[in-house]
């Protein structure tokens, strides 16, 4: 089309995974945002099993949802067409703008990927129309060479869009050099000529030290430097995408003491964020292997994404015994989604929606049963806690729906419906909410049941972490020449 421009965009690679492309990504939207810019963040394909449900009730990577937040537009399941939410070892199940697709093995997803460059690309097209610049994020590294073949995260896509790249390098992990003048060594002559620019970052010091080591990368790639940016410690105010990030932050040392089993397939753990922040409570996660601690007031059985896989994890780590002594002195117990199934007599699964066709039983705290069933419930949800009273905005993620005598007492209500269930004593309950701990009165009314009081501003915290983290990037980065770069797509 005549007079026709590209949509000026930029993505962001990064020599390994959780070199803070994610976080990145968050601060340049809102720097840019506040210099009037329309942004909208965008990731071709993420793996994790922290989602988000959108406003148009799909489901994205949480990282997006965050990002959209930075960017202040809503999140849109075109922000991240391809999600890939691990199951097993060896399989994922795949979300394709916002839908399940299906569950495929690894060696399947690899010769089937090529076919998810089409709706990839019509999300981008989507994204792109009417945006002032749009921030790509890749994924783990462009130097995996090995999977380079029907790539559609890093540069395949950025070879498919024409999309000019800045690559991250990590310096907290040692070898930044190397990593970035050797991604610029095995990469293929066209995919070097989109990468325009770096960066480095999570610099720890004085950075004049580190002045010749910038030169060197540029020398040796050709690749004009954005700047060091120094470590930011408060990234773990920002709901976590990675189950490893819960620990990275400094928790609460408060006198309601909350334990979490980290089971495999963890998902949505970002429920546990507001929790760690509060003063009064000490949230403690519990690796395998560990027992549960005897002195929690409570244990939450998180979300997950494998819910009859994890049980048996749950087991095999024995802490089935553990949560029973925890409830023989008074304890309390939560289950949230997946963890709420577990808590139930028995998992019926006779679509093989996680496996084999079968039913295993629960744990048995709470009289329900679960059934798993292909049809997937995504939806953003107002909700009224029965409790306190209270209003929460959370979203519903889950396969299955849970009945029985234990849900005459339930935890919630939604437009009408109940949610969840309760013990007769009070001191076990489940829902399928996520989301809840994020609504500061509804926290703080819960927490005083465990006469716990709580002064966290939750929401405001995340809105001043990411002006903090905008401010970061504006001081330390080269926004003009990052937004040159972008404006330069299809010169």
């Not at 421009?5 to 070199?19: C, R």
């Not at 071709?44 to 202040?72: F, K, L, Y």
């Not at 190397?178 to 999570?202: C, D, M, Y």
């Not at 009070?426 to 716990?452: M, P, S």
Request: charged share 20%.
């Amino acid at each position: 089309m005549a007079g026709w421009k590209p949509a000026p965009a930029i993505m962001l690679m990064g020599t390994g995974s959780n070199v803070g492309k994610s976080t990145l990504v968050a601060g340049l939207a809102r720097a840019f945002v506040r210099r009037g810019l329309k942004v909208m963040p965008f990731k071709p394909q993420n793996m994790s099993n922290n989602a988000a449900v959108t406003v148009d009730g799909g489901e994205i990577g949480r990282a997006q949802a965050v990002q959209a937040m930075a960017a202040r537009v809503a999140p849109i399941v075109h922000m991240n067409p391809v999600l890939l939410k691990p199951e097993t070892d060896t399989g994922a199940q795949v979300i394709v703008q916002g839908k399940r697709f299906g569950t495929l093995h690894a060696l399947d997803y690899g010769t089937r990927k090529a076919t998810l460059m089409a709706p990839v690309l019509e999300s981008f097209a989507h994204l792109s129309a009417g945006a002032d610049l749009v921030l790509i994020e890749g994924a783990g590294s462009p130097a995996e060479i090995n999977l380079r073949a029907g790539d559609i995260a890093n540069m395949g896509f950025a070879l498919a869009a024409d999309v000019p790249v800045a690559m991250i390098g990590d310096i907290d992990r040692g070898g930044v050099i190397a990593s970035l003048v050797g991604t610029h060594a095995v990469l293929e002559p066209e995919e070097r000529a989109l990468i325009r620019a770096f960066l480095v970052n999570k610099f720890r010091g004085d950075m004049r030290l580190f002045a010749d080591g910038m030169t060197e990368i540029a020398n040796r790639t050709g690749w004009q430097a954005l700047g060091i940016l120094p470590w930011f410690p408060a990234a773990f105010r920002l709901p976590a995408e990675d189950a490893l990030d819960l620990a990275s932050g400094p928790g609460g040392k408060g006198r309601l003491k909350i334990a979490v089993p980290i089971i495999a397939r963890i998902a949505n753990f970002d429920d546990l964020d507001p929790l760690r922040q509060e003063a009064d409570v000490e949230l403690r996660l519990i690796p395998p292997g560990e027992p549960l601690p005897g002195d929690a007031d409570l244990v939450i059985l998180p979300g997950s994404k494998s819910t009859i896989g994890d049980l048996a994890f749950f087991r095999a780590q024995g802490w089935e015994i553990d949560l029973r002594a925890h409830i023989r002195r008074g304890g309390h117990v939560l289950g949230l989604c997946g963890g709420y199934q577990m808590l139930g007599r028995m998992i019926r699964d006779p679509d093989g929606v996680e496996g084999a066709p079968g039913a295993v039983e629960g744990l048995g705290l709470l009289e329900i049963e679960t059934v798993l069933t292909p049809d997937k419930i995504t939806a953003p949800v107002t909700a009224r806690d029965l409790a306190t009273g209270e209003q929460i905005a959370g979203y519903e993620i889950h396969l299955g729906r849970s009945a029985g005598p234990d849900c005459a007492r339930p935890v919630l209500e939604i437009a009408g419906r109940m949610d969840g269930a309760t013990s007769p004593d009070g001191r076990i309950k489940g829902t399928y909410v996520h989301g809840l701990f994020g609504a500061d009165q509804f926290r703080a009314a819960w927490l005083a049941g465990f006469g716990r009081a709580s002064q966290l501003a939750y929401a405001q915290g995340i809105e001043a972490t990411l002006e903090a983290l905008a401010d970061h990037c504006e001081a330390h980065l080269d926004l003009d020449a990052i937004l040159d770069i972008a404006r330069s797509r299809g010169q």
